[in-house]
Every structure is written in structure tokens, then in C-alpha cells.
T-cell receptor, first 113, second 110 residues
């Protein structure tokens, strides 16, 4: 398996624009996680899905953030409208069983100017 | 906060020395995991220790868990420059909720 795939790897956008980050989990993994990492706040869990159903979105910072998982092999994290403080590295991770080993993607480095 | 807390925040050692990092948490856990992150990369799972285990080994890694003190330690023996990275503990609770700590930044000088 190719591992968790994220796209794009880098995104530079202007404030106010919509940003969509994409993730393909490892085949057969039932749980998917979106994280945000910054120097100031460290690694934050934004939302996670079990069997395509959102379980905990308490980490989603604002209504500007939304995440979907339309099927077992694809998830998106959307920010609309984007702000400079959203600049961070966004990671997607998946695991076979919730609470056990997570496999992380390479991340998307987002810069909002 | 439910997440674990690593200690120290940063550690600098010479190649060949041992590195010890600690993680403390506040409520009962199902398991505790250690991850490594190289600069600019995603986290990589190193080792998982269950709540009923006290020690696990994997190569040069040794993890201990003391549930009475709600703490774990990660020991890297005979460190190498390539071990330079950030190390995170992740605690999993009985509802399978898993949280990462802030990490320890390890620098191994050649």
C-alpha cells in the first residue's frame, strides 16, 4: 500500500479564498483523523471519522472549517474563507482500529497570506 | 486536558549516549503509544504499550509504563545522529479517544 496520501503537499493562498485539502486513507482502515500542527499550538486533533461517520469534531476551530468523508477512500477538509492564522501543516492519519496505531500522511503545508 | 505531557520539552545529547523522555497523563488509559516526527514529515508510530503491560522493547527502544504514577518513559539507547527528531506520546482512553502530547525535541550531536 502507498500509505496515506494527501494533496496538495503545499498550498499558498490569499486570505478569503477557499481551501480544500484531500486525503486518501490506507485501504481497509476504518478510522480517519485530521490534525493541524503549528509551533504555537503543537499537534491538534480537528476531527475524526469512524466508518465514514464523524465522531468527534470538537477540535474544529470555527464554522469556517468543515470536513467530509463521502466514502471509505476519500476525505476532504475545507476552509472557507481562509485566514492567515490558518497557516499550518495539516495532517491526515488513518488506522485500522480506533485507539491503536495511526499512520500519518506527509501533510499539507498551508500558507494563507 | 486529557492529553499526555512530555518532559523534557527539549533534550540535547552526544551520539552514543542514552536518551530518556517521559510522559505523564491524568486519567486511566487503555494504551499509550510513542511516535517520532522528523522535521517536515508526518508522525511515525514507534511502539504501543497496553495498560496491563509494564515494559516493552523494540530494537534500541525501551518503553515503561507505571499506571500507579500515570507515567511512561521512552529510552533510546546508544543514540545516533539519525535519532534527532521530535518524540510524542499518545494516550488512548477507554472510549478509544486518543490524544497527543506536545512532544520532546531530541537533538543528537555527532
Amino acid at each position: 500500500d502507498a500509505g496515506v496520501i494527501q494533496s496538495p503537499r503545499h498550498e499558498v493562498t490569499e486570505m478569503g479564498q477557499e481551501v480544500t485539502l484531500r486525503c486518501k486513507p490506507i485501504s481497509g482502515h476504518n478510522s480517519l483523523f485530521w490534525y493541524r500542527q503549528t509551533m504555537m499550538r503543537g499537534l491538534e486533533l480537528l476531527i475524526y471519522f469512524n466508518n465514514n461517520v464523524p465522531i468527534d469534531d470538537s477540535g474544529m476551530p470555527e464554522d469556517r472549517f468543515s470536513a467530509k468523508m463521502p466514502n471509505a477512500s476519500f476525505s476532504t477538509l475545507k476552509i472557507q474563507p481562509s485566514e492567515p492564522r490558518d497557516s499550518a501543516v495539516y495532517f491526515c492519519a488513518s488506522c485500522e482500529v480506533a485507539g491503536y496505531e495511526q499512520y500519518f500522511g506527509p501533510g499539507t503545508r498551508l500558507t494563507v497570506t | 486536558s486529557q492529553q499526555g505531557e512530555e518532559d523534557p520539552q527539549a533534550l540535547s545529547i552526544q551520539e552514543g549516549e542514552n536518551a530518556t523522555m517521559n510522559c505523564s497523563y491524568k486519567t486511566s488509559i487503555n494504551n499509550l503509544q510513542w511516535y517520532r516526527q522528523n522535521s517536515g514529515r508526518g508522525l511515525v508510530h514507534l511502539i504501543l504499550i497496553r495498560s496491563n503491560e509494564r515494559e516493552k522493547h523494540s530494537g534500541r527502544l525501551r518503553v515503561t509504563l507505571d499506571t500507579s504514577k500515570k507515567s511512561s518513559s521512552l529510552l533510546i539507547t546508544a543514540s545516533r545522529a539519525a535519532d534527532t527528531a521530535s518524540y510524542f506520546c499518545a494516550t488512548t482512553y477507554n472510549n478509544n479517544d486518543m490524544r497527543f502530547g506536545a512532544g520532546t525535541r531530541l537533538t543528537v550531536k555527532p
